[in-house]
């Protein structure tokens, strides 16, 4: 299994920025597919962005330019680059490993952008 804990929330105004990161513990056989998802308030959960073990990525159409998404599969870390963040982007961040074998969760981040 792996675990995951992320970092790296907290409270920023419209415009700024936030890095999170997601640590992964444990071990599988396969390689995964790491997700970032956010659930906001009284919303239902959604992907915001993937990266897959070979670096390919993949975003939701309302924050493509403005996030990034990276993995350092040395480290077993992956992070998430919030750039001109906007109060709808406040939710619950949470890193998703995912393949055939697995799919861990972490517990999640909370950001919270103010206008």
């Known amino acids: 299994q792996v675990q995951l804990v992320e970092s790296g929330g907290g409270l920023v105004q419209a415009g700024g920025s936030l890095r999170l990161s997601c640590a992964a513990s444990?071990?599988?056989?396969?390689?995964?597919?790491m997700n970032w998802y956010r659930q906001a308030p009284g919303k239902q959960r959604e992907l915001v962005a993937t990266?897959?073990?070979?670096?390919?990525?993949n975003y939701k159409d309302s924050v493509k330019g403005r996030f990034t998404i990276s993995r350092d599969n040395a480290k077993n870390t992956v992070h998430l680059q919030m750039n001109s963040l906007k109060p709808e982007d406040t939710a619950v961040y949470s890193c998703?490993?995912?393949?055939?074998?697995?799919?861990?969760w972490g517990k999640g981040t909370l950001v919270t952008v103010s206008s």
């Open positions: 998703n490993a995912r393949n055939i074998d697995i799919d861990s």
């Open positions: 444990g071990s599988t056989s396969r390689p995964y597919t």
């Open positions: 990266i897959t073990s070979g670096g390919i990525t």
